[in-house]
Structures are given as C-alpha cells and as structure tokens.
Nanobody
Framework: QVQLVESGGGLVQAGGSLRLSCAAS????????MGWFRQAPGKEREFVAC????????YYADSVKGRFTISRDNAKNMVYLQMNSLKPEDTAVYSC???????????????WGQGTQVTVSS
C-alpha cells in the first residue's frame, strides 16, 4: 500500500513558476515509478510526466516539455513537479500517482493522491 499526498498548488500568474510536491508513505517508494497527471474542467485526464524508480529516466507530454521538470528524492519519499513558464491552459487539478511500471497510461497506475488545484491567471 502506498499513500500519496500532493501539495504546492495555488494561484500563479501566467509566465510564473510553481513547484508541486508529492509525499509518499512507506519504505517501498523507491520501487515505484511515479507520474503526474492533470485534469481540467470538462476535459479528460491528461498525462504530464513520469519518472523511473531510480530517477534516471523521465518522459514528458509534448505540451509541457521544456517547461516542466519531474524529479524525485527517494531518501525523503518525495516526488516533485517544477512548472515554469506557466500558461492559463495549464490550469487543472494535478495528481501524483505510483506505478510498478514506467508508463504514461493512467490505467497503469495503482495509487493516486487526491490532487491539488493549479490555477494560472492572465
């Protein structure tokens, strides 16, 4: 069992930056790949980024590539999403998730946080 809790969401101006954090429970955090997903009102859940269990491989959605950076600190059971050059279209509820595989498909993830709201104003 893995428990995930996101934090760091909020209101930010377009062009600004925000860093999301996800805290995981237990001693098995390093055995999971981690991902970030987002869902805007009226839209489907969208993959954002994922990171391999050891942190040495990452994959990003085209919409955020070059602007967002996923990272993890296994010693602290934490995963992060650094978001730069934010746009209004980035507004969504962002959720972190854990998977036994390195994947971008949401149905490959076993555990989910409850999400944190990110709102980008113009």
């Amino acid at each position: 069992q893995v428990q995930l809790v996101e934090s760091g969401g909020g209101l930010v101006q377009a062009g600004g930056s925000l860093r999301l954090s996800c805290a995981a429970s237990g001693r098995t955090f390093s055995s999971y790949a981690m991902g970030w997903f987002r869902q805007a009102p009226g839209k489907e859940r969208e993959f954002v980024a994922c990171i391999r269990r050891n942190g040495n491989s990452k994959y990003y959605a085209d919409s955020v590539k070059g602007r967002f950076t996923i990272s993890r600190d296994n010693a602290k059971n934490m995963v992060y999403l650094q978001m730069n050059s934010l746009k209004p279209e980035d507004t969504a509820v962002y959720s972190c998730a854990a998977s036994i595989s390195f994947a971008s498909d949401y149905d490959r993830y076993d555990y989910w946080g409850q999400g944190t709201q990110v709102t980008v104003s113009s």
